[in-house]
């Protein structure tokens, strides 16, 4: 019997998205698979290295809720944590939505050079040309000035 639980993910302060939630299927040996073009938003899609298809596994006919991962079924909006399954989001704690805060385009509050488009800086070091920053995108950092 495939089961399913609701998970939500937290960005970190001082990023002020909201939280992001998702459903997280535990598939059974019933449970199918198929080839598609595009992917339904209640499944899992893989892809297949040697023929460059999408596989789209679907949850059995007997999908049931998981109770031992969140004690209460659904998702109290105003409080989700009531139901466990806290996480922090990926994308927050990498640095992403700190990138997309500023643009895409950054000037890193360590060494001070812009035109970062990634989230860490790869520009040279001032004293040490061989070298480079790698500082982390981080909140002193500012757009890039054009």
């Not at 895409?104 to 050079?113: I, L, P, S, Y």
């Not at 970062?116 to 002193?140: E, S």
Request: negative net charge; aromatic residues 8%.
């Amino acid at each position: 019997m495939c089961t399913y639980n609701y998970l939500h993910y937290h960005h970190l302060t001082p990023c002020t998205r909201d939280v992001e939630y998702a459903v997280h299927y535990s598939f059974c040996p019933n449970a199918t698979s198929e080839a598609v073009g595009s992917s339904p938003l209640n499944s899992i899609s893989t892809n297949n290295a040697e023929g460059g298809e999408q596989w789209i596994q679907q949850p059995c006919d007997g999908l049931t809720y998981a109770p031992e991962y969140n004690p209460i079924e659904g998702i109290d909006y105003t409080n989700p944590c009531a139901a466990g399954g806290c996480l922090i989001s990926q994308q927050c704690s990498s640095g992403g939505c700190r990138l997309e805060d500023l643009g895409g385009n950054w000037t890193c509050c360590q060494c001070n050079r812009g035109g970062n488009t990634l989230r860490w800086c790869i520009r040279p070091m001032k004293k040490i040309p061989d070298a480079l920053c790698y500082h982390a995108v981080c909140q002193n950092c500012r757009p890039n000035r054009r």
